[in-house]
């Protein structure tokens, strides 16, 4: 036990050190990358003098690293920070993490109100400290799904240096939310394996029930920070479904009749998460009478969100499938075909003993067997939620933003790593670099052009 926690404690020590080395990589090029973009917006919200670009001109690096990381989405979040929601648009972009800027903004500037930059600085502390405090929730989150082995035990510590290396490049550290929902829609996820694995004697003890509803406590903040954490109700959905042969047979048990109500007391909190804020908008903008009634207030379901990503961003059912958006479909396709592969593979594997993982075979021997990655498919449900992701993103909204959101789900980096032991393993024999390497080269580029294209204000975003 010693030696398996002393092992733990030293990935810990290396994954910080990678952290901070690709952060420092990230940073040092986004200090460098010139002038504000062909975007002003950024640079007139931090300063709204005609003599911006004079400024700018002989501002200190530090100040154009700021101004850099202060694109797209982010002027939204901030905005909203410094003197709350105002605009209807505004609905779409998470009001819980704007008010976390808020109060960190002025915290750091000391003051009642503090200025637009400390706003932005204060996003860039919390995206980048929630990015590490994710990445080992990942290592702890991975340890549970994979075996004891000595492979196995160093899968994890690979995932998380790709969860480092993802794809979503300085996302992960602008004022945008997809750091904060990492860390807390895999926190949610760890909960919930703390609950199965608490789950094994027939009692329902204290642990059990309180990882559970933490699970699902955490699955309802990460659907404020952003909406696809509503897909993570999936995983408590399949755990309620697992039970269904058993009460159609007549025997299920009174301790296993409690979990289902438990289950579906922790999935009721990620729906009110979803509810909530839409009910609070509807208090906003649909008591007024006469012509101020906006169009979304007289629908049977009224929904600001599905209203202003239909009417804003024009997001809908094969909406975006035009010839236009041709490349970016392209742009996206490795990323959705790496989160449908991992996931099937997962969920076919892992369902064939759904309350109970198992080691699957791996022989470099058998053709077949060199592609299935060594781990034992404990949690298949946690496949899910990125699957249900992938499709959504293909069919129903900007396809290539799944580059970014995909980095809160896990089952994907398990599988690149898998892939990577299968590379070793051939190479011993006398094998060529197999789609680990290949995999691993493209996320590092892509997250360092995309980067650079980031902090000039350039798409895609």
């Known amino acids: 036990m010693s030696t398996m926690a002393a092992s733990s404690s030293s990935d810990k020590r290396q994954l910080v050190f990678v952290f901070f080395a690709w952060k420092a990589l990230l940073f ?17 919200l931090i300063d709204s003098s005609l003599d911006r670009y004079t ?8 100040d154009q690293f700021v101004l850099n990381l202060f694109r797209w989405d982010a002027l939204y979040f901030v905005k909203a920070a410094e003197r709350g929601l105002m605009f209807e648009q505004e609905w779409a972009f998470s009001p819980g993490f704007s008010g976390i800027l808020n109060v960190m903004g002025r915290y750091i500037s000391g003051t009642a109100a503090g200025t637009i930059q400390y706003y932005v600085l204060a996003g860039i502390i919390i995206s980048t400290t929630c990015h590490l405090l994710s990445v080992l929730i990942l290592h702890r989150l991975t340890t549970h799904l994979t075996g004891v082995g000595w492979q196995q035990s160093r899968i994890p510590f690979v995932a998380s240096v790709l969860h480092i290396l993802t794809p979503a490049s300085l996302f992960l550290s602008a004022p945008y939310t997809e750091s904060l929902f990492s860390l807390i829609n895999l926190a949610g996820m760890l909960c919930y394996a703390e609950s199965r694995s608490a789950a094994k004697t027939s009692s329902l003890g204290f642990l059990e029930i309180f990882y559970k509803l933490s699970s699902g406590l955490l699955f309802a903040v990460a659907t404020t920070i952003r909406s696809n954490g509503l897909l993570s109700g999936l995983v408590l959905l399949y755990d309620v479904t697992r039970y269904v042969p058993q009460l159609l047979s007549m025997r299920l048990g009174i301790h296993n009749m409690f979990r289902i109500i438990l289950t579906c007391a922790s999935g009721s909190l990620i729906a009110l998460a979803f509810v909530g804020p839409q009910y609070l908008a509807y208090l906003d903008f649909c008591n007024a009478s006469g012509s101020a009634v906006r169009p979304w207030c007289e629908k049977s379901i009224p929904s600001i969100y599905s209203w202003v990503q239909s009417h804003y961003w024009n997001v809908g059912l094969f909406r975006y499938w035009t010839l236009p958006n041709l490349p970016l479909f392209l742009l996206a396709f490795p990323m959705l075909w790496l989160l449908v592969y991992s996931s099937v593979t997962y969920l076919r594997i892992g369902y064939a003993q759904p309350l109970r993982g198992r080691s699957v ?34 069919t129903s909204f900007h396809v290539q933003i ?7 789900y896990p089952i994907w980096y398990l599988t690149v790593a898998s892939w990577l032991f299968d590379v070793e393993s051939e190479r011993r024999t006398g094998g060529q670099p197999g789609r680990a390497q290949y995999t ?22």
């Open 440 to 461: 691993i080269r493209a996320m590092v580029m892509y997250a360092m052009i995309q980067g650079m294209l980031f902090a000039n204000f350039l798409p895609p975003a």
């Open 361 to 394: 075979p791996h022989s470099s021997n058998t053709s077949g067997a060199k592609h299935t990655p060594p781990l034992t498919y404990n949690l298949p449900e946690l496949a899910l939620p990125q699957l249900v992701l992938a499709v959504t993103a293909a």
């Open 28 to 44: 040092c090029l986004t200090a460098l990358c010139p002038g504000p973009g062909y975007d002003t917006s950024g640079l007139i």
């Open 402 to 408: 799944v580059n970014r959101i995909s980095s809160g």
């Open 55 to 62: 400024n700018l001109k002989f501002s200190s690096r530090f």
